[in-house]
């Protein structure tokens, strides 16, 4: 396995290969502090590291006078499933997506789902290495349209990240990003640079609620959207966990939705989906039905073209409309396809009004099915 050579003074164009371990993948949004300490600039959180010291992430650690990624070429594990399930629900409807994560975390989000993955400070989470190529092929091979680095937030091991993108579109692969969008503004237009589609947690729409229950900020995911927005062809989408006494009033659903369609336009669409009880908010309700039936009438009323609910089984709140006409254009049954409307150029087959999206000419008929990958079969079987 070869890496590339990075440091905090390279520029484009001037990186060459190396050989390096996985442990010590060099990296350059960082920068010497005059206490003698190295800053990492890769998220908001600026973390200033000594010595053999990590960030929050875990991930990205000081080594000598530089800071390294410390998960390249390893992950906690491969599973196919369907692409709503990140959820996007305009981007390539019906087909496989090869998902993926590696270990930690740059916010500490108290009710994450995910915790045992995110939160993980042990190697052992990373049981399967996977170079870049190793992940393109296999992908490939189940049929997958594209790869999804989920699980954990990407852009704290965005140099992975980028270059399994890249090798992915060598073999015609669209890659996925599902991530809360706490990133900086140079390491921000590289990584999407190399993504195709991405869905973006707008965890809250509080200071209070990103500082108190996330240790993280609201601000750099606004502009996190804005910039996605204004300044790439990248398709995203938004989901909102929506939390009982927490990010579910009336009035913060309002703010939220009429601020998406102020900055971002009606068609970027929302998932509104319900919370159950984990990792350091076990004594939190689960959200009911109704607070999400609610968040979707809310966002409708304040011109958001395509809302829905998520982790409740709910088939019209789940499914896409026409915003001009009323048909159903996407039925879903949880993440199984039941209507179909759209012609092969994107629009209503009843009105010819265009839905907002990456479609085929046809949906995929992948299903709900997860199937879970052990990528070091598809090595073996690799010709030497």
Same mark, same amino acid.
């Given at each position: 396995?070869?890496?590339?050579?990075?440091?905090?003074?390279?520029?484009?164009?001037?990186?060459?290969?190396?050989?390096?371990?996985?442990?010590?993948?060099?990296?350059?949004?960082?920068?010497?502090?005059?206490?003698?300490?190295?800053?990492?600039?890769?998220?908001?959180?600026?973390?200033?590291?000594?010595?053999?010291?990590?960030?929050?992430?875990?991930?990205?650690?000081?080594?000598?006078?530089?800071?390294?990624?410390?998960?390249?070429?390893?992950?906690?594990?491969?599973?196919?499933?369907?692409?709503?399930?990140?959820?996007?629900?305009?981007?390539?409807?019906?087909?496989?997506?090869?998902?993926?994560?590696?270990?930690?975390?740059?916010?500490?989000?108290?009710?994450?789902?995910?915790? $045992?993955?995110?939160?993980?400070?042990?190697?052992?989470?990373?049981?399967?290495?996977?170079?870049?190529?190793?992940?393109?092929?296999?992908?490939?091979?189940?049929?997958? %349209?594209?790869?999804?680095?989920?699980?954990?937030?990407?852009?704290?091991?965005?140099?992975?990240?980028?270059?399994?993108?890249?090798?992915?579109?060598?073999?015609?692969?669209?890659?996925?990003?599902?991530?809360?969008?706490?990133?900086?503004?140079?390491?921000?237009?590289?990584?999407?640079?190399?993504?195709?589609?991405?869905?973006?947690?707008?965890?809250?729409?509080?200071?209070?609620?990103?500082?108190?229950?996330?240790?993280?900020?609201?601000?750099?995911?606004?502009?996190?959207?804005?910039?996605?927005? %204004?300044?790439?062809?990248?398709?995203?989408?938004?989901?909102?966990?929506?939390?009982?006494?927490?990010?579910?009033?009336?009035?913060?659903?309002?703010?939220?939705?009429?601020?998406?369609?102020?900055?971002?336009?009606?068609?970027?669409?929302?998932?509104?989906?319900?919370?159950?009880?984990?990792?350091?908010?076990?004594?939190?309700?689960?959200?009911?039905?109704?607070?999400?039936?609610?968040?979707?009438?809310?966002? %409708?009323?304040?011109?958001? %073209?395509?809302?829905?609910?998520?982790?409740?089984?709910?088939?019209?709140?789940?499914?896409?409309?026409?915003?001009?006409?009323?048909?159903?254009?996407?039925?879903?049954?949880?993440?199984?396809?039941?209507?179909?409307?759209? $012609?092969?150029?994107?629009?209503?087959?009843?009105?010819?009004?265009?839905?907002?999206?990456?479609?085929?000419?046809?949906?995929?008929?992948?299903?709900?099915?997860?199937?879970?990958?052990?990528?070091?079969?598809?090595?073996?079987?690799?010709?030497?």
């Amino acid at each position: 396995m070869t890496f590339k050579e990075k440091s905090g003074q390279e520029k484009p164009g001037q990186t060459q290969r190396r050989e390096a371990p996985p442990d010590s993948f060099p990296t350059k949004y960082w920068h010497k502090l005059g206490d003698g300490k190295i800053q990492c600039d890769v998220c908001p959180r600026f973390c200033q590291l000594q010595e053999g010291q990590r960030g929050l992430c875990f991930v990205r650690a000081r080594q000598g006078d530089a800071i390294v990624l410390t998960t390249y070429g390893r992950s906690s594990g491969f599973c196919v499933d369907p692409i709503e399930k990140k959820p996007l629900n305009h981007f390539l409807p019906g087909t496989p997506v090869l998902s993926f994560g590696t270990a930690g975390c740059n916010l500490a989000c108290k009710f994450c789902q995910n915790w $045992d993955i995110s939160k993980s400070r042990e190697m052992d989470t990373l049981a399967d290495e996977a170079s870049p190529d190793t992940i393109a092929r296999p992908a490939t091979e189940l049929g997958c %349209r594209s790869v999804a680095f989920t699980y954990n937030d990407p852009v704290i091991f965005l140099e992975y990240a980028i270059d399994v993108a890249r090798a992915c579109r060598e073999e015609g692969i669209r890659t996925v990003a599902v991530t809360a969008g706490e990133i900086c503004p140079e390491p921000r237009a590289e990584f999407y640079r190399h993504m195709d589609a991405a869905n973006v947690d707008l965890k809250a729409f509080t200071e209070r609620f990103y500082k108190q229950v996330c240790a993280g900020a609201l601000q750099p995911v606004l502009d996190t959207l804005v910039y996605l927005k %204004r300044e790439t062809h990248v398709w995203f989408e938004l989901t909102t966990l929506l939390i009982p006494g927490e990010n579910d009033s009336e009035q913060e659903l309002e703010e939220m939705t009429q601020w998406v369609v102020a900055n971002l336009g009606p068609d970027v669409p929302m998932h509104f989906t319900a919370f159950h009880p984990d990792w350091r908010m076990l004594d939190t309700s689960a959200t009911p039905p109704s607070t999400l039936t609610m968040a979707r009438r809310i966002a %409708r009323k304040n011109g958001v %073209r395509y809302a829905y609910t998520g982790n409740v089984h709910d088939e019209e709140g789940g499914s896409t409309y026409c915003h001009q006409c009323g048909e159903r254009l996407i039925g879903r049954d949880w993440y199984v396809l039941t209507d179909w409307k759209i $012609d092969p150029a994107g629009r209503c087959v009843a009105c010819g009004t265009p839905c907002a999206g990456i479609f085929e000419a046809s949906p995929g008929a992948w299903g709900s099915r997860r199937q879970p990958v052990r990528l070091r079969d598809f090595a073996a079987a690799q010709p030497a």
